[in-house]
């Protein structure tokens, strides 16, 4: 997968999340939590998502590497390199 | 429909069982349901939602935990159940506290406690900006050294009035007191703060209705009146459930009877390590609840009083003092006829914390004149705000803590699970026995209606990780 594929596939996720999201005035390089109005909660749906769809395993220990755009696209980029 | 254990065709094995169907039960086989997994819900009672329960008398019907809750409520319903039950939810406007320090009504979020503590309580802006700031930074994993009373008294010093103010609701929203640890308070008390407080329009029973009908059409079999008499483990490993002597076999149970219950009377102590025994024998349950339903006569109306009132006459806020055998201190919840829009009819409960083993030991004999006594003081206490009601009621009766205890099964009654220490017992539960999950009520934290449901998401996708890696 592409890492402009990646980031679609997360922003699709988000999407079902939280259908008002609003991702045009989204930075890429700054947390979602402080721009998308998303919680722990959320954050738990996008690994429950990433499992259900291409079979991750995301250990709680990683879930920081979801805090922004960017690092969500640079810490999925190996593990989905052959999806 | 739910059908009861006796009548049902069940399969021999399923992926995931759930014990118990209180709100995190029901959310986790939801939530598993929605993963692909075959579920099967076993409850023990005749009737679904846990302590999340009403019941009929006399064309009224009583909410025993319906009694507000914050607003998270409304993503975490539409996330995890569905649109229309995130519809059902409104708001609670009138929250009243009445006691000898202070009386006030307020909609409980920030900015009305702000000016009330301002206006009212004469603290600086800049001292209710920065406790905000301070609870609302908390997280669960945070230093649990302070305590909430250590919290207290560095900001608001020598201030018992503002204590109470910030305390009592959340004392009886989840059995906290001033000695546990501060970030279980600012994590509570900052849910509710956000928005205010809330309810589920319809009642409980629509809301229990409404679930089930989402779980039956997620394909979840759920099996009422079967009572689990014990997790079956084999070298470390859950096969299955015991249930009236049948063994029902599958990849992981998640059981949502207490944490206690859970170790001590359904896996049993063996199938853990000496270690995980040493903590789990540490385990302090909390408090249980008296309750007192009263229904008002179908001709009759009272006055608009409030929604929810915290009501004392104890001159100080004292955490023990809400749990005494004679405790001063109650909530009233009133429910008018918007609670139930065409059932019209009002209801009023009281609720007060209490100990189980205060009634407990008492002798048949006693405890029938106790409970009426109980009964007594409620309707003197609420004689304050609604005189005469007596006369308007035609159903008054008392629940105790052996009450909770009878239709919950929960260790002593428990009406909010356990203190801290049983979270982290409950979220690693699965790493002593492979394929055993626990959800429900631990931590302080994950408790009340929003607390359990969320802990129902939060555990569902350890067992689906746990799934994932042993099919």
Redesign the interface.
């Known amino acids: 997968m592409t890492r402009d594929a990646i980031k679609d596939l997360v922003l699709e996720i988000i999407e079902d999340i939280d259908e008002d999201a609003d991702f045009d005035t989204l930075e890429s390089d700054k947390p979602l939590r402080d721009q998308l109005d998303l919680d722990s909660m959320d954050f738990l749906d996008i690994v429950m998502e990433l499992r259900k769809r291409h079979k991750l395993q995301i250990p709680e220990e990683d879930y920081p590497e979801l805090a922004t755009l960017d690092s969500c696209v640079n810490y999925l980029e190996p593990l989905l390199k052959d999806a | 429909m739910p059908v009861s254990f006796a009548k049902a065709a069940l399969a021999n094995r399923y992926d995931v069982i759930i014990i118990g169907s209180g709100l995190g039960g029901l959310t986790s086989a939801n939530r598993l349901a929605y993963?692909?997994y075959k579920v099967l819900l076993l409850e023990y009672h005749t009737q679904l939602g846990g302590l999340a329960t009403w019941f009929k008398r006399k064309g009224h019907i009583f909410d025993v935990s319906l009694h507000g809750f914050p607003y998270?409520m409304v993503?975490?319903c539409k996330?995890y159940w569905n649109k229309e039950i995130m519809n059902s939810i409104v708001q609670l406007k009138n929250i009243v506290f009445d006691n000898p320090q202070f009386h006030l009504e307020t909609t409980f979020d920030r900015l009305d406690f702000t000016e009330k503590l301002n206006k009212q309580f004469k603290i600086p802006e800049s001292t209710i900006n920065a406790f905000f700031s301070r609870v609302a930074g908390m997280n669960f994993y945070d230093d649990q050294s302070m305590t909430t009373r250590e919290l207290f008294e560095e900001f608001f010093p020598g201030r018992s009035d503002v204590h109470r103010l910030l305390m009592e609701p959340i004392s009886y929203a989840n059995g906290s007191t001033l000695n546990d640890p501060a970030i279980t308070y600012g994590i509570v008390f900052s849910n509710f703060m956000n928005k205010g407080v809330f309810t589920f329009e319809g009642g409980t029973d629509k809301l229990i209705g409404m679930m089930t009908d989402e779980l039956e059409k997620n394909g979840v079999t759920i099996c009422t009146s079967a009572k689990v008499d014990r997790i079956v483990v084999d070298n470390g490993v859950v096969r299955g459930v015991e249930v009236q002597g049948k063994l029902i076999e599958c990849g992981s149970v998640v059981s949502n009877s207490g944490i206690t219950n859970t170790i001590y009377n359904l896996a049993g102590i063996d199938s853990f390590s000496d270690d995980f025994m040493a903590k789990a024998d540490k385990i302090r349950v909390n408090n249980s609840s008296c309750q007192v339903y009263m229904g008002i006569k179908k001709e009759e109306k009272i006055d608009d009083i409030g929604d929810l009132l915290f009501t004392s006459t104890a001159e100080e806020f004292d955490s023990s003092e809400l749990c005494d055998f004679t405790t001063k201190s109650k909530t009233f919840s009133v429910y008018y006829p918007k609670t139930r829009p065409g059932h019209d009819r009002y209801t009023i409960v009281a609720s007060m914390n209490s100990n189980f083993e205060d009634w407990n030991s008492l002798s048949e004999e006693t405890y029938a004149i106790e409970k009426q006594n109980l009964i007594d003081r409620a309707l003197i206490d609420l004689d304050r705000y609604l005189p005469g009601a007596k006369d308007k009621m035609d159903w008054i009766e008392a629940a105790t803590p052996k009450t909770f205890n009878r239709y919950t099964l929960h260790t002593q009654g428990t009406s909010f699970g356990t203190k801290f220490e049983g979270l982290d017992i409950s979220r690693n539960i699965f790493k002593e026995v492979s394929g055993l999950f626990h959800v429900g009520s631990v931590g302080i934290i994950m408790s009340g209606w929003l607390g359990a449901i969320?802990y129902g998401?939060?555990v569902?996708?350890d067992v689906?990780?746990y799934m994932?890696?042993i099919t």
Request: glycine letters at 14%; aromatic letters at 0%.
């Open positions: 993963c692909g998270g993503k975490t996330k969320n998401v939060i569902s996708n689906d990780a994932r890696t």
